[in-house]
């Protein structure tokens, strides 16, 4: 308990799966926690669940694509709390599409928006807070589709591919800065969350027949089908000075998806 002990935390994206877990862990853990979305009763859930067990927490509604949003979000920050050390760009869409012909430019830019420019965006405002307080750990959320290619997916690999560099290239910067903040990936396998329910991969139908369980058998080694909290326990290490020597790095969990 408590690795990240009054560290400041901002979580997008916190208001179910993959985000919730991380915005309890790091409450569980010492931190004070801002949980964003645009899902406010569930986001709203969240923070009284960490409240109610002893944690602090607030709920901020956020769109990550709006730039005055976040300037928003951070002005928010610093009126209750004076600092932030911790961001988890978490954040994210992920659109199907029978083939990169057959997809939407509306979809298209849609997904780039959220899953791109709120990275960008979040980077762009948290890290000049973060040099007032000498530092901080930036864990930028990307997929095993970051690393490689996937059909029917390939615009949302797209955008994870792009979170991976982003987050290379300005943990080069801010390491040749000394300003003391760290950047990392984050490449979830096959996890069980409320994202595969969002594809629409059947969008004629209004149904998805996402098997999860199927998927899992599939690809990952042992079958195994991930946890929310698996990939929250990835954060929290990236979010603790234990990993005070990793930035740039890619940090995959995928029970040897990749392998």
């Known amino acids: 308990m ?13 208001a179910m799966g993959i985000g919730k877990a991380c915005a309890m862990t790091l409450a569980r853990e010492g931190a004070r926690v801002l949980v964003t979305d645009v899902q406010d009763a569930d986001g709203k859930a969240v923070v009284e669940e960490i409240n109610a067990s002893g944690g602090e927490a607030r709920y901020s509604h956020h769109d990550v694509t709006q730039e005055q949003q976040w300037q928003s979000v951070i002005a928010e920050v610093l009126a209750a709390y004076d600092r932030l ?8 869409i992920a659109i199907a599409a029978a083939s990169i012909t057959e997809m939407s430019l509306e979809d298209f830019q ?62 080069i910067e801010c390491a040749q800065a000394g300003n003391g903040i760290r950047v990392n990936s984050v490449h979830p396998g ?24 199927g998927i899992a058998m599939a690809m990952v080694p042992g079958a195994k089908l991930g946890s929310p909290q698996d990939i929250a326990n990835g954060v929290l290490h ?8 990793m930035t740039g790095m890619e940090f995959v969990i995928d029970h040897g998806l990749t392998a």
Not at 85 to 92: E, F, P, R, T
Not at 135 to 149: D, E, P, Q, R
Not at 190 to 213: C, E, F, Q
Request: hydrophobic share 40%; aromatic share 4%; net charge neutral.
């Open 110 to 171: 849609r997904q780039n928006a959220v899953n791109l420019d709120g990275v960008f965006l979040g980077m762009k405002y948290c890290i000049p807070v973060m040099v007032e307080n000498g530092g901080g750990s930036i864990i930028n959320m990307s997929s095993v589709a970051g690393l490689k290619g996937s059909a029917n997916l390939a615009a949302y690999s797209m955008t994870k591919g792009g979170v991976r560099l982003l987050s290379k290239s300005v943990a």
């Open 2 to 14: 408590g690795r990240v002990q009054d560290k400041v935390a901002l979580v997008t994206g916190g």
């Open 190 to 213: 096959i996890i069980d969350t409320a994202i595969w329910d969002k594809m629409m991969l059947n969008p004629d139908s209004g149904a998805n027949t996402v098997d999860r369980d």
């Open 238 to 245: 990236l979010a603790s000075d234990d990993s005070s020597y």
């Open 85 to 92: 050390d911790l961001l988890v760009n978490n954040a994210g």
